[in-house]
């Protein structure tokens, strides 16, 4: 199956990246400890959030809920969007069509 979308990747891309970026501790998904994260530029802080963003987008495609540091992700294929949530709350959509 696979995460449908309509609008451009690299769009979404910009805006899921942005939102991964937002999550606390969400470099713990690469295993990263945050002595290793604070140590990283910004310019590369920007690619592994990137990289998070594509691997967990391509991930909802298998399982509709992903955790992600201290927050969840959850693929809703029937509004075609992607949360992201934070405490118990929506903190980020990003809208696929």
Do not use: C
């Not at 979404?12 to 501790?25: P, R, S, W």
């Not at 594509?54 to 029937?78: A, C, H, M, Q, R």
């Amino acid at each position: 199956m696979g995460v449908r979308h309509a609008r451009e990747y690299s769009d979404i891309l910009k805006d899921f990246t942005a939102a991964v970026a937002e999550i606390e501790n969400s470099y713990t998904f690469f295993e990263m400890e945050p002595d290793e994260w604070a140590e990283l530029p910004v310019s590369d802080r920007h690619e592994v959030m990137e990289a998070l963003a594509d691997d967990v987008f391509f991930g909802l495609g298998e399982n509709p809920v992903i955790e992600v540091g201290s927050g969840v992700i959850t693929y809703n294929s029937k509004h075609h969007i992607i949360e992201v949530t934070q405490d118990d709350k929506v903190t980020q959509i990003i809208r696929l069509i």
